[in-house]
Structures are given as C-alpha cells and as structure tokens.
C-alpha cells in the first residue's frame, strides 16, 4: 500500500549528538542525555530525527571525517547506549535516520593507515592514488580558503592521494568492488540496529570515477544501494546531499524512482533566500517549476538552514550579491566565496520574517527539515572558525550554560552574550509563553502533518500578479490546501483565481479569518507585509480518502 511511504508526510529534525545535552557533565552531548529529550522532541511533534556522524572520529570534520563505522565515539556514549536510545525512539514512534559518509575515511581510519603504509596492503586500491602529481590538483576544492588542493603528497606511500574535501580526508575507491560489499555491511549494521535510513553525504562524489582529469559519474551505484537497502528493511530510505542542478536530480531519483528517495533541494532553498533578500518571488516560483515533476517514490526535502554554510553558488552574482548584503554583509560572515555562516534568526532579524520564513519552508512541496535550535530561534558564534558558528549547543534553560551540560568547559563554547545568549533564548523560557517561537513552531508542526497534500500531492502556482506574494495550491485524492507568503515588508491585495468549482470558500487553518469568493468568482484577499495563509479549499471538516494504487 502506497500509503506506507512514511516520509512523505514527514517532519525531519537534523541534531548532533555532542551539541544536544550532556548527561555526565564532561562537557560533550551524549545518547544518553538525548534520550532524555526525546519527550521532548516528540512533544514537537517532529517524526524523524537525522543525528550526524556520531562514530568514532579525531572530529577534525565536525565528524564527517569518520575512523571507525562500527561503533559510537566514547565521548558520545557506547553502542549499548545507541540501542538503547534507538529502542525509545522507537517507543515513541520517532524514526531514526544517521548520516553515511563514505565518500571518504579519515586519514586515521585503519584502512588508510595499511593502505599508506604497504603498497600490498588489500587497502591500497581502497583509496584513490597517483604516481605523479595529477594536473588538475589545485582544482575542485570543496573549501576554497581553507583547502588547497585536492591531490596531497603523502610522505608514506610516496604517492599522491585524492581527497575532495579537507586533506585530512582522503577519498575511498567506490568503483573497487571490495569497498562496495563494506559499504553496504555498514549500512546492514545500521538498519540491523533499527535505523530507518541514511542521509547518504557528499552523493555526486560517491558515484564519481576518480582518475586525474576524468570524473565520470555512475548513476547506477545509486540503484545498486537502493536494490541492496530495500531488501534488507522495505521501509528504509536514503535522503541525498546533492547541490546539484535541476536537470540532474532525474538521474539521482532515478526515473522510476529507484535510486535514492529523497534528495535536500538546494536549488529552491538558494532562491527562496533570494525571495526574502529581495521581496520577489519570480526566480523562487521558477525554481519550483524547474524541480517539479518527480516519480512517485521520490521526494524532495525542504529546508532553510543547515549545519553547513547557506550556499548560494547556484545564485548568478547579481542575486548573490544581494543575499549577502541583506543577510550577510560583513566579510566574517561570508565563507568560501559562495555562502554565509550564520543562523536563520539573526540573518533575519525580525519575528514577521522568521515566521514567514518557516511557514514557506513547512509549505514548499516536499517534506520540512528543520535544524536543532531552530525552533526557539538561536543564534550564531561568529568568533567561532567555518562552519563551527552555526553548530553551538542547544540553549535549553537560563541555568548555566543554557542547561546543555553542567561543565565549565564545553565542546563549542554556548552562546552566552548579547541578544542570542542562552538566558534570553532558550527552551523553558519559551514553554511557558503562548506566543514564543517555540509554540509556534510546535503548531506549524501539527499544521504540516494535517495537510498530506503538501507532501503528497500535486501543487499549482496560482497567479497573483503581484511579483512578492506566492501562491501555491496542492491537490491530492480530492482535498487541496493553499498557501500564500507575501515576501514584502508592505501589505498587497491580492485576486486569486481558484480555477475550479468548489472553491468558493477558503477556510483560514491558523486564525478565524475565512475567505468567500466575490461576485467575480475570485478571493480578494489583503496579507499584511511578511504575511502567509494557509486555507483549505472548502469546508474545514474534510476527511482524506485512502485509495488503492
Ligand atoms: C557535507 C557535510 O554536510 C559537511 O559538513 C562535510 O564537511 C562534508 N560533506 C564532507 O563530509
């Protein structure tokens, strides 16, 4: 039954384990202390939690440069915490996905260190090698700035190795059938320990052939890792970090739908920040038209901020330019000539925006990831290097160091300064007020979850002719939801034509405010600046028919 596909109508919360809540006071999060806020997250009515790399790891990567698949780093706990906190998940119906990184080891995984140290070593043709030094090694850095090259010199095996990302992360051999049969044990071990699925990193890297000069991608891998997923757990998914361009996706979902299920649309995430610098939604409605049409097992994943910078490489200069300037304009805040390095709250600077912001997030075609902190609106650690501004601990009380750990000393310092400081921002505080960003979101949550035609459904831009405000309508089995975000700061009357019967009233889903069509057949409607709707077609007592395929 089709309906099973239970990340369709998901709600993804993205954490890292030592960030979260510490139980042992060391300083660090652990499986323990998230297990204790489970009551919590499933309180906000999240439905699947994606916890970053969280294995044993010299954490030179934020993790994502992983020694050990196996096993869970001893700062985080044991294994036989993992499972434990796997089974209370499970207890609460909160499903589990876990980042896989296997573009590449760290270069202290055992497997580099025999495969550097012994040209016979069965882990030699694990990596990616060169006798000479490849031409093109000052090109494709995933970190300009930071990394140099991405062929390096290593003084042991006296040959030159590829690594895409940080240097300390050499790049393993996917087209060696051997690495193949590991990768999929690892993902056995996972799904055995009652994992739903990976967020599969760095994908068009995975499937690239690596020879100095070629890079070749091979799609097929991606229908080889979903044949061997899904006869082992029917019900798990694979959810891809591709930035790639819209043209592409087709080959990474599979045109049946039979590589990976889900993929995170950067393509519309950069241009609906565009949208919010800019208070026009032209480029944003055609990113959406441009990443439409999908087979019915794929899925996009929506979302605003991540634990990365907000890359707008796809952005032309122009639209780039402008992004910065409203959201980024320091130079501190910008990082490898393509993005920004802060968080939502501050890069907006205002409830109305913030709101609309997460409104067209929960409301984009796809289904919602939201990113921890987020829902009480933290805020970011420019002092802090990279990426590491965004990934400060969660804030969950005014008690020293936002509740996160009794240590003096933690693993990134917690915000404890000016307007984003824990004793302004944080969870208590925010429970207990009606109107915080907390609460709110908790009711967006429960909003996105009641309209599976968001997730499921067909979607139509409606015509506003107005170039700020976005209307969309999703249809599915009979039912249809719209939605409208005016990104500008001034209030617009807009005249929506529903384009079929039926539609002649639109029931207001957040505040008693209906609206009846005119004597013109169509809903005149006036949204105040940064506001946003969400209406049902029709009466409100809807019920949605489950069907055969
Ligand atoms: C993408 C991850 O999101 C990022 O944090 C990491 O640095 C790279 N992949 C390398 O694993």
Redesign the pocket.
Known sequence: MIDDLWYKNAVIYSLNVGTFMDSNGDGVGDFEGLSRRLDYLSGLGVTCLWLQPFQPSPNR??G?DVSDYYGVDPRFGTLGDFVDFAHQAKQRGLKIIVDL?V??TSDQHPWFKAARSDKKSKYRDWYVWSKKRPRDYKKGMIFPGVQHETWSYDKVAREWYFHR?YQF?PDLNTQNPAVFTEIQRIMGFWLELGVSGFRL??VPFIIESRHPGKHIRHYAYLTEMRDFLQWHEGDAIILG?ANVLPGENLEFFGDEGDRMHMMFNFFVNQHAFYAMASGDIRSLANALKRTEALPVYAQWASFLRN??ELDLGRLTREQRNLVYSKFGPKPNMQLYGRGIRRRLAPMLGNRPQLELAYSLMFSLPGTPVLRYGDEIGMGDNLRLRE?SSVRTPMQWSEEPQGGFSTARKTILPVIDKGVWAYDRINVEAQRRDPNSMLNWTERMVRLRKECPELGWGKYTILQTHTPSVLAIRYDWRGNSVLTIHNFAEKPQNIAIDMGTPNSGRLSNLIVGEHSEAQADGKHHIVIEGYGYRWYRVGGLSHILKREKY
């Open positions: 990567d934020n994502y990184v573009n590449h990302f992360q990193d760095a970090e634990h990365d990426r």
